[in-house]
């Protein structure tokens, strides 16, 4: 199954979603700020993509200015995955799941690659 953590205030989580319904491929979108995902899933999404756990925080986000965070913060992944489990809205979207990875969408290509991969 491919999950989509979605918010639908984002265009490039719009986009997103369009191009997972264009690729015709069955998906099941999470709205991650109404469904926030457990450090353990974090953790998986994680260990299953090609990237870091910084790279999952908006650090750019108003939130992560009032808390002070930086991505030079030298904290673990499971401290920086609790984090985004207690502030969903730091977490960056779009982020696309698969059975064997996971992908951020930023760029959009991002996704292309990992439903090639998958799907190749």
């Not at 199954?1 to 989580?13: A, E, G, Q």
């Not at 260990?47 to 002070?68: M, Q």
């Not at 401290?79 to 502030?87: F, T, V």
Request: charged share 30%; hydrophobic share 35%; glycine share 6%.
């Amino acid at each position: 199954m491919i999950y989509l953590y979605h918010n639908t205030r984002c265009s490039k989580s719009r986009a997103a979603q369009s191009l997972l319904k264009e690729s015709g491929v069955e998906f099941k979108t999470v709205f991650y700020l109404d469904e926030p995902p457990t450090v353990d899933k974090l953790l998986q999404l994680v260990e299953k993509g090609d990237f870091k756990a910084t790279d999952l925080v908006r650090f750019g986000d108003a939130k992560a200015k009032e808390l002070g965070i930086k991505k030079s913060d030298a904290l673990s992944v499971n401290q920086w995955c609790g984090l985004l489990a207690e502030h969903p809205q730091l977490i960056e979207r779009p982020i696309v799941e698969t059975d064997n990875g996971a992908a951020i969408g930023r760029p959009i290509d991002n996704i292309q690659k990992l439903l090639e991969k998958e799907y190749s």
